[in-house]
């Protein structure tokens, strides 16, 4: 199944990341792209999130449709009753200043127990609502596709920038032995007086500059491996290499248009933002849904009974009807909110477009890029054999009296540069290999493992910087239990 074909249909819908999920579950083995894009998967705090969003959405829907369905309440009290009288009245035949008073003093208690049901006969606005629910959940769908496209090639990015920068620290260092055993030699013509000063001065500044470039190479593979960490929650002390095997060819089809109109069918951000326009449409039926009347079935029943010495039994009533409802003015409100959604429907539309715009430019742009890094892996490549055969021939030179060091040093450096800029090549590449397929919406579990199958087994290591405490560098990286859902 491709990630990037993500169907709208109900059904599909909750097996979409248990499909993606349970394609890399693999047995135990050494730390490849497969086994860490699992990692990233099943512990990347954005994804996890973005599957909690989903489920949100999902609940919203039957949290509206929930209003069409009968509705039934049940109330009642239990009352405490006390009332106290005072009354006089004077009779005929009675002397004046002389009355009857009588006073009653009387405590009880009551009791009542209301039943009612609803049901919606005619409701245009709950209607609206749940479709726009329906329709968050179309978008909601695309979006957890984009976020989990988007955590692939985060993952491959920051695989492939250790291994590159792996690789660039190999040549620094062997640009910095290289070097030094050149700024050796000087000395030691120097102290014969085979050569001037100047020259070893020349040495020490190459060996210094190369020295520096050797440390960054260093700081550059320990970022990189802390980038991958962050992904992934996990922290893995070597990877896999890639091969020198690694095919270079054109994007397969080679039709540039092909990879556009993969992009306007199937990328997950344009097709989010195109179900945006109906969400919005919605929107728009929503607010004028209010001027329509609301039409219910009702039945309740009361009960009431109390235990005055005044009154005996009790009472009951019970009423069954329909009630309707139509909002004839409500001050504008309406208006105003169809005017709204309105507007709110033409800025979906422009951003529609505009992501539309946007993933076709980069489309095109990315396979001019995979095009060009085609040509420029090769000529990377020649260039080393030429700098090699370069750097021989001005040593050849050097020996012989027609070269000085500085030609030689910068025949070193050369090499070793054209050796770092093979590998930018061949990483560039791969990233943006994945890319296109980002982009195009075509990245998924198969374009892993194929890329996967480049490489070699042979592992690169990270060791942490020597006096460093290996228990406080884990520490450091703890960045604690994940939540406990619904917690």
Same mark, same amino acid.
């Given at each position: 199944?491709? @990630?990037?074909h ?7 819908r909750?097996l979409? @990341?248990?499909?993606?999920?349970s ?8 730390a490849d792209?497969?086994?860490i ?6 512990n ?6 973005a599957?909690?969003e989903?489920?949100s959405?999902?609940?919203?829907s039957?949290v ?5 369905l009968p509705?039934v ?5 239990v009352?405490h009753n006390?009332q %106290?009288?005072s009354q006089?009245s004077?009779r005929a035949?009675q002397s004046?200043?002389s009355d009857?008073?009588?006073v009653s003093?009387?405590r009880y208690?009551?009791a009542?127990?209301t039943?009612?049901a609803?049901q919606?006969l005619?409701?245009?606005?709950t209607r609206?609502?749940?479709n726009q629910?329906?329709?968050q959940?179309?978008q ?12 692939l ?8 920038d250790i291994?590159r ?6 040549a620094?260092l062997a640009?910095?032995?290289a070097i030094g055993?050149?700024?050796?030699q000087?000395?030691?013509q120097f102290e014969?007086?085979l050569?001037?000063i100047?020259?070893v ?6 060996f210094d500059? !190369?020295?520096?470039d050797r440390i960054a190479?260093e700081s550059n593979?320990q970022?990189?491996?802390?980038v @991958?960490?962050?992904l992934t929650?996990?922290r %893995?002390?070597s990877i896999d290499?890639?091969?020198?095997s ?6 397969t089809?080679?039709?540039r ?5 993969q992009?306007i069918e199937r ?9 945006g326009?109906e969400l919005?449409r ?11 009347p ?6 309740n029943?009361? %009960? !009431?009974?109390?235990?005055?010495d005044?009154v005996?039994?009790?009472?009951t009533s019970?009423q069954?009807?329909v009630?309707a409802n ?9 208006s105003a909110?169809i005017r709204?959604?309105t ?7 422009y951003?529609?477009e505009s992501?539309?715009r946007?993933?076709?430019q980069?489309v095109?742009?990315l396979?001019?890029?995979v !095009?060009?890094?085609v $040509? ?6 020649q260039?080393i054999?030429?700098n ?5 021939a ?5 020996e012989?009296?027609?070269r000085?060091i500085? $030609? ?5 450096q050369?090499l %070793?540069?054209a ?8 990483? $560039?590449y791969v990233?943006?290999? @994945?890319?296109l397929?980002q982009?195009?919406g ?6 892993i493992?194929?890329?996967?199958a480049?490489?070699?087994g042979d ?6 910087p020597e006096?460093g405490d290996?228990?406080a560098y884990?520490?450091a990286m703890?960045i604690g239990?994940?939540p406990t859902?619904?917690?």
């Amino acid at each position: 199944m491709r @990630l990037a074909h993500w169907a709208v249909n109900a059904p599909f819908r909750p097996l979409l @990341l248990a499909v993606l999920t349970s394609s890399f579950i693999l047995p135990a083995q050494a730390a490849d792209l497969v086994n860490i894009t699992r990692d990233a998967l099943n512990n990347n705090a954005a994804l996890a999130s973005a599957r909690a969003e989903f489920s949100s959405v999902e609940a919203a829907s039957d949290v509206a449709s929930g209003a069409l369905l009968p509705q039934v309440n049940a109330s009642g009290n239990v009352v405490h009753n006390q009332q %106290y009288e005072s009354q006089s009245s004077s009779r005929a035949g009675q002397s004046a200043g002389s009355d009857a008073a009588g006073v009653s003093d009387d405590r009880y208690n009551t009791a009542s127990l209301t039943l009612e049901a609803t049901q919606a006969l005619f409701n245009a606005v709950t209607r609206q609502e749940v479709n726009q629910a329906e329709r968050q959940i179309d978008q909601q769908v695309y979006l957890l596709a984009a976020t989990e496209q988007q955590l692939l090639i985060d993952v491959a990015s920051a695989y492939f920038d250790i291994l590159r920068a792996h690789e660039v620290l190999e040549a620094r260092l062997a640009q910095e032995r290289a070097i030094g055993r050149q700024l050796e030699q000087a000395r030691e013509q120097f102290e014969v007086g085979l050569i001037a000063i100047t020259e070893v001065e020349e040495a020490r500044a190459s060996f210094d500059q !190369s020295r520096a470039d050797r440390i960054a190479a260093e700081s550059n593979l320990q970022v990189a491996f802390e980038v @991958l960490e962050q992904l992934t929650g996990q922290r %893995y002390a070597s990877i896999d290499a890639l091969g020198d095997s690694m095919p270079i060819a054109l994007p397969t089809p080679t039709d540039r248009n092909y990879w556009v109109e993969q992009a306007i069918e199937r990328n997950p951000q344009v097709l989010a933002q195109q179900a945006g326009i109906e969400l919005s449409r919605v929107g728009v039926e929503l607010a004028r849904a209010g001027r329509m009347p609301t039409v219910q079935a009702f039945a309740n029943y009361q %009960y !009431s009974d109390s235990d005055s010495d005044l009154v005996s039994g009790y009472n009951t009533s019970s009423q069954v009807g329909v009630s309707a409802n139509l909002p004839i003015y409500t001050g504008g409100s309406t208006s105003a909110r169809i005017r709204q959604g309105t507007f709110q429907l033409e800025s979906s539309q422009y951003d529609f477009e505009s992501q539309r715009r946007t993933t076709i430019q980069q489309v095109r742009s990315l396979y001019t890029q995979v !095009s060009n890094n085609v $040509d420029t892996v090769e000529a990377r490549q020649q260039a080393i054999v030429s700098n090699r055969s370069a750097l021989e021939a001005t040593r050849a030179g050097y020996e012989v009296g027609t070269r000085n060091i500085v $030609d030689v040093l910068n025949a070193e450096q050369s090499l %070793y540069n054209a050796i770092a800029n093979y590998a930018e090549a061949r990483y $560039d590449y791969v990233v943006n290999l @994945l890319s296109l397929r980002q982009q195009a919406g075509l990245l998924d579990v198969e374009a892993i493992e194929d890329v996967n199958a480049w490489l070699t087994g042979d592992e690169v290591n990270f060791t942490l910087p020597e006096g460093g405490d290996p228990d406080a560098y884990q520490r450091a990286m703890d960045i604690g239990a994940p939540p406990t859902p619904g917690a």
